[in-house]
């Protein structure tokens, strides 16, 4: 507005305080101080119009990005609720075939163990141990679909019993296996215990397919302190 608006304010308060001290703003403050002050404090006020500006713009920014991240959020639940129940149909669907080939190589093995040779015997209990091992696999994913569709409950979890319980089990799935394994005491963390539980499992169980062909396979759980963070590892 070229300072009118400056000009205004400026004679306002002119006026203002010349009622208070008795004197006319018109003769003891003219134009050319006004003009003055008002060259003085438009800087002032164009900056107050640009902050003014910049934080509705802002605000209107902010908006659009909340909107934004909830959309977002949305979609990928839903995209994970889907996934989940995919998971869950193939894996059901599934354990019917398996339990079928489990059952008739189990069947043959049995009715028809003088007509098979040694390589044909040795076909049937792999082709056995595998449906069996799918078996597992499926019934992990299964529970990972349902324990997912749950509310994570954190709770202080002990990762030293869980995992003493998980290798327990793997020992008497592999009793021909001699297996070093040293899991340390007082391992505790804030977890969710049946996730905790499959992933352990999962991590356990690999380490006991992976280390196969080693002739002195070992096994640690422990945990160390890396900055601020402890890590636990297998």
């Known amino acids: 507005d070229n300072g009118t608006g400056i000009t205004h304010v400026v004679g306002t ?8 001290l008795g004197i006319s703003p018109a003769t003891d403050m003219s134009m050319r101080s006004i003009s003055f002050l008002a060259e003085c404090l438009a800087p002032l006020e164009m900056a107050h119009q640009g902050f003014m500006d910049a934080n509705r713009a802002l605000q209107r920014l902010n908006a659009d990005l909340e909107h934004r991240v909830r959309e977002r959020t949305r979609q990928l639940e839903a995209a994970n609720e889907e996934l989940g129940s995919f998971a869950y149909s193939v ?10 080939i489990r059952g008739y190589s189990q069947v043959v093995l049995e009715d028809y163990a003088p007509l098979l040779d040694d390589a044909g015997r040795l076909a049937l209990e792999r082709l056995q141990a595998n449906a069996i091992r799918m078996g597992q696999m499926i019934d992990d994913i299964l529970h990972l679909a349902q324990v997912s569709r749950e509310h994570v409950s954190l709770r202080p979890a002990d990762l030293s019993t869980l995992a003493k319980e998980i290798v327990a089990e793997l020992r008497e799935q592999h009793p021909d296996r ?23 499992t999962n991590l356990l169980s690999n380490a006991f397919k992976f280390t196969g062909n080693q002739p002195a396979p070992k096994i640690d759980f422990a945990s160390e302190t890396r900055g601020e963070e402890i890590v636990y590892y297998v």
């Open 13 to 20: 308060h002119a006026e203002a305080l010349g009622s208070i």
């Open 178 to 200: 001699n297996l070093d394994i040293r899991i340390a005491d007082g391992l505790v963390a804030d977890a969710d215990p049946d996730l905790m539980r499959i992933a352990l």
């Open 91 to 100: 894996s059901h669907d599934l354990q019917a075939p398996v339990r079928a």
